[in-house]
């Protein structure tokens, strides 16, 4: 499909939206776990909120993903790549990937209240823009050029 011009149907927006909700309510427990000290398991919900929203993005296209890496993939390639979302995103994304990934499966990796305070601000931020993007997007009906 490279180089289609593709418009959203209302299954896709709601299903989007929706899950901007699921990454508002992760990014929520991200900051509880914060303020309870629990710095992996709120590095985990800010990844997760961060997950949700670049997967927000997939159901705009009806595409989904069994790997993470395959989400994260596609928000490279059909947004980052072309412009509709700026490239600080995607290292916000990769970013969150490797602490989550380190805090959930190695055993004697810490992560640092500094590093988790950081990564729930990067959530913040990406949330609103992938929220700020699908809202005006498809609010004023503008299509956008994916790279399938």
Not at 33 to 55: T, V, W
Not at 56 to 62: E, G, I, K, N, P
Not at 78 to 105: G, P
């Amino acid at each position: 499909m490279k180089g289609l011009i593709w418009l959203p149907n209302n299954d896709e927006i709601t299903l989007a939206k929706y899950r901007i909700e699921k990454a508002k309510d992760c990014l929520k427990a991200s900051k509880l776990l914060l303020d309870d000290g629990l710095y992996a398991d709120s590095a985990n919900r800010s990844y997760y909120a961060i997950f949700h929203s670049m997967n927000a993005l997939c159901a705009l296209r009806s595409v989904g993903y069994k790997k993470h890496s395959g989400v994260l993939s596609d928000f490279n390639q059909n947004y980052v790549k072309t412009n509709l979302i700026e490239i600080e995103y995607s290292k916000i994304a990769k970013t969150a990937f490797s602490v989550r990934t380190k805090s959930d499966y190695s055993d004697f990796y810490v992560v640092s209240k500094q590093d988790v305070v950081e990564q729930y601000k990067n959530a913040v931020k990406f949330i609103d823009r992938i929220d700020r993007f699908i809202n005006e997007s498809f609010t004023k009906e503008i299509s956008y050029q994916i790279n399938d």
